[in-house]
């Protein structure tokens, strides 16, 4: 497993950090050695997470409180972070919203998560990729997925849109780093039922901790899509959801087909 970009005294940017599994990644990350930006709505929960990782004894941490929903925020958070400690050796982009469910909701809202889920990304490799490209150090992107956005179950569509667009850009990305022998590789990190925020944890859920090991892990081993099981999920099943997914295009079968009524029985014996 290949650990360069985790090195003490490196940097690395967090989005989403003050709970779940932005928190999580902030404490594995110090233990390492590393500096930490921490990057979250302005709220009391992202400096108690920051003063909690000073605790531990993180090397250095700076709490950046801002909107990534707002205009203008992008570049604050970049020119906050470069101008304090240059480009990170590690982005994860981790903020997300789950606003805007169903389809009679304001169109406000659905552009709202697609400016957190989706835009916010987008601007912060843009940003921060060219200087992290710039020395020839290795460097890593992690983006935040969802398995949502590659299955797409009814019920929220437009998290569904805003992570599916998410896949498509971070495949793209990572293929043109790779065909330019780039220093910079990306990464989709795709948790599985993980216990988040301030909900209680439920047996079969991972916590956070879990997927940023998983993450951790499978990164260091060059592999792009981390796609994280769970205490009920198992990789198998994962697989087999996914494969059915792509299959209602090649079959031609009703949209969404696993939760149609006329395919529930094959359904249940084949995917659960």
């Not at 019920?155 to 667009?165: D, F, Q, T």
């Not at 989709?188 to 988040?196: A, C, E, H, N, S």
């Not at 494969?243 to 079968?253: L, V």
């Amino acid at each position: 497993m290949t650990t360069d970009y985790l090195k003490p005294g490196g940097l690395a940017v967090i989005t989403g950090s003050q709970m779940g599994i932005g928190r999580a990644f902030a404490k594995r990350l110090a233990r390492a050695g590393m500096r930490l930006a921490l990057v979250d709505m302005p709220d009391p929960k992202l400096e108690d997470t920051a003063q909690a990782l000073r605790d531990m004894g993180a090397a250095e941490v700076f709490s950046v409180g801002l909107d990534l929903g707002v205009k203008g925020s992008h570049e604050a958070m970049h020119t906050t972070v470069t101008e304090r400690f240059g480009p990170p050796d590690l982005l994860i982009n981790n903020a997300a919203t789950r606003i805007g469910r169903g389809f009679d909701v304001p169109l406000g809202e659905w552009r709202r998560a697609m400016e957190v889920n989706f835009w916010a990304v987008v601007e912060a490799i843009h940003l921060f990729l060219p200087a992290m490209e710039g020395d020839g150090a290795r460097r890593r992107i992690l983006n935040l997925g969802s398995k949502q956005g590659i299955t797409n179950p009814p019920g929220h569509p437009i998290y569904n849109v805003s992570k599916s667009a998410l896949k498509t850009y971070t495949e793209a990305l990572q293929h043109d780093l790779r065909s330019r022998d780039s220093n910079v590789s990306a990464h989709l990190v795709i948790p599985g039922w993980t216990t988040t925020g301030t909900a209680a944890h439920k047996p079969g859920a991972w916590l956070p901790e879990q997927v940023v090991d998983k993450a951790l892990d499978d990164v260091g081993q060059d592999r792009f899509y981390v796609l994280c099981p769970d205490d009920e999920t198992t990789p198998e099943m994962d697989a087999a959801r996914i494969r059915w997914a792509a299959e209602d295009i090649i079959e031609n079968r009703p949209a969404l087909s696993r939760w149609h009524s006329d395919y529930a029985d094959e359904v249940k014996a084949k995917l659960n």
